[in-house]
């Protein structure tokens, strides 16, 4: 599985780079005026979902531009079947399958449309509701990051050891993210200017699936956000585990739409206390 991901992913990463002058030009908003969804973003997304329909016939996707699509037609893929920012009620596999591949056609849509260059391809194999194989390709650079359940990370053909970081969390650099909706920013700025005073800095990429891989490589020491789908964290939060880094929700939830935490074990600890002291998970 993750052969067929990293091969899908890397023509998918292909694909958002050549189409990014055009697609530019043809871009939507989805949950707010601030979340942007490109032609890209979606033709992606359809050519994965195709090429799966014939390399997997039986497996669910989820994708973040049309949700469930498997089991549908091409065209009906293909025919807007809603914005993925409704995704928080997605959750079964779809197709009848045990294998549910999940994918972000372009994390960090923001930036691909500015043209900073830290946007991805998120692919995620999920088996019996585990995530098992994992690919995330930065579309801008190439750099690709992969993993399977048990078979460790890697960055192209280097793997990744251990991360060993700071042990203390005034010298941590955790990066972060924020959601669409104002009234939810507004309570994750006030989370980070609680936050901000206790570690050695903050930094926001825009593009979550990155976030943690850079958690996972070690040039970012930790990462959190509240409000993640499961195409934002799925492949990322394989490679930061199969890494050495903890990647959980709070007072002991997985990893999930109230909150994503990722650090390595000496700094997870601090970092979950003074985000739960902060009410990190709270507001809307
Ligand atoms: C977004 C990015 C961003 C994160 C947002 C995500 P998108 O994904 O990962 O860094 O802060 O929460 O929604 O919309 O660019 O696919």
């Not at 999940?102 to 923001?110: A, E, K, R, S």
Request: charged share 25%.
């Amino acid at each position: 599985m993750l052969e067929i991901a990293v091969g899908l992913a890397r023509e998918a990463a292909a694909t958002a780079r050549r189409l990014r002058a055009e697609a530019i030009a043809d871009v939507e908003t989805k949950s707010t005026a601030t979340d942007v969804v490109t032609a890209a973003d979606k033709a992606v997304e359809r050519q994965v979902i195709e090429a799966l329909r014939r390399l997997r016939p039986g497996d669910g996707v989820l994708g973040e531009e049309y949700g469930e699509a498997a089991g549908e037609t091409s065209g009906s893929a293909a025919g807007e079947k809603h914005g993925g920012a409704a995704g928080e009620e997605h959750g079964a596999a779809a197709g009848g399958g045990a294998v549910r591949w999940i994918l972000d056609p372009i994390d960090g849509t923001v930036n691909y449309l500015y043209g900073l260059p830290q946007y991805a391809v998120s692919l995620a194999a999920e088996a019996g509701g585990e995530v098992v194989a994992g690919v995330v390709i930065n579309a801008a650079t190439g750099d690709e990051w992969t993993a399977y359940l048990g078979g460790g990370a890697y960055r192209g053909e280097r793997r990744l050891r251990k991360v060993t970081g700071p042990v203390e969390l005034s010298q941590t650099l955790v990066g972060t993210g924020f959601g669409y909706d104002a009234r939810r920013r507004a309570h994750q700025g006030r989370v980070l200017a609680g936050l901000i005073t206790r570690v050695r800095d903050i930094r926001r990429f825009g593009a979550a699936a990155l976030d943690l891989c850079a958690v996972a490589e070690g040039t970012l020491d930790a990462y959190f956000e509240k409000g993640l789908n499961p195409w934002d964290h799925a492949a990322g939060g394989l490679i930061a585990r199969e890494a050495g880094v903890i990647v959980a929700g709070l007072d002991g939830a997985p990893p999930g739409l109230d909150m994503v935490v990722a650090a390595p074990p000496a700094i997870f600890q601090p970092l979950h206390d003074a985000l739960v002291e902060l009410d990190a998970a709270g507001g809307p």
